[in-house]
């Protein structure tokens, strides 16, 4: 029986083979597999609607417009990629098989994701937030941290990692592990450092079982506590404030961050302080801070006030 080269057989005929060598070859999952399935199922589909059913009369231009159809119907970015991550590999898999087949789908990326700016509070609503009405244990314990998070701009995870003698009051330094057991030294401000200071003098002492001596922020039966548990105590102090939003520990890091940037125009030390390891990262906030310039600009310029009756 004559087997048809890879290049010149139906579309679904290939397809089937590919899926069949990540089945039997690769031992991919089937989850994994049929994902690969629908995707080379809506090239298809494309190709018939184009009238190319023959690999061999792909052009880059065709896995494009493929691209841009997907767009057009609605599909995030990272799907895109994923489908065109899928046809580089099933592209492979032909070149491999007839060692002739140029990969139309090389060199084709999915549309960027727009980048979402983080969602931060101006100094009015953080002051608002910060204004803690209790004294009690639990308060000065959620008030040191939130008051931590916006001095020094930390991560949950770090806050929640942070050892007594992580600070250093006399330097007014906190030493930070953060990702990939990085240590950084950054500042803490005086607010912070008395609020920390009231929350030691009430801090209760470590349970005999489960108990973490040496953890700055525990719980009530002195147990270090959880990530969870600080996302929901910031959570209900906003409620408490009667903040417009929920607050989570991101969102003071981000104001930090913001706030920071806005006031010294330093992108280099916001990076050290943030603990980013690409600058990239760090200049999400500039886009902040030139919406705040926009603002400022539309409101003041005599030329960008629009005029009465425009």
Not at 174 to 185: D, S
């Amino acid at each position: 029986m004559h087997t048809v080269p890879a290049a010149h057989a139906p579309l679904g005929a290939s397809a089937t083979r590919f899926l069949n060598y990540l089945r039997d070859v690769r031992q991919l999952s089937p989850h994994t597999i049929g994902s690969y399935q629908r995707d080379l199922a809506s090239l298809e589909q494309f190709c018939k609607t184009t009238g190319k059913d023959c690999i061999e009369q792909l052009v880059e231009a065709d896995i494009r417009a493929w691209a841009s159809q997907l767009h057009r119907r609605g599909l995030a970015g990272g799907s895109i990629q994923r489908s065109l991550s899928a046809t580089r590999s099933f592209y492979n898999f032909l070149g491999r098989e007839n060692g002739l087949l140029r990969n139309p789908a090389a060199s084709v990326q999915a549309p960027r994701k727009p980048r979402k700016l983080p969602k931060t509070l101006d100094a009015d609503e953080v002051s608002k937030y910060l204004s803690f009405d209790a004294d009690s244990i639990t308060a000065r314990r959620d008030s040191a941290m939130a008051e931590l998070f916006y001095s020094s701009g930390l991560r949950l995870a770090e806050l929640a990692s942070l050892e007594v003698d992580d600070i250093d009051s006399q330097s007014k330094l906190l030493t930070v592990t953060g990702k990939g057991r990085k240590t950084r030294t950054v500042p803490v401000g005086a607010v912070a450092l008395k609020a920390i200071a009231r929350w030691l003098q009430v801090r209760p002492p470590a349970s005999a079982e489960g108990g973490d001596s040496r953890a700055l922020f525990t719980s009530n039966r002195g147990r270090r506590i959880s990530v969870r548990n600080i996302q929901e105590r910031l959570k209900l102090q906003g409620r408490k404030a009667a903040m417009r939003q929920d607050v989570h520990p991101h969102m003071l890091r981000h104001s930090f961050a913001s706030h920071m940037l806005e006031s010294s125009g330093d992108l280099r030390a916001v990076q050290e302080l943030l603990g980013h390891a690409n600058i990239s990262t760090t200049q999400i906030y500039t886009h902040l801070d030139f919406q705040h310039l926009a603002r400022v600009y539309d409101a003041a310029h005599p030329r960008a006030r629009r005029r009465k009756g425009d």
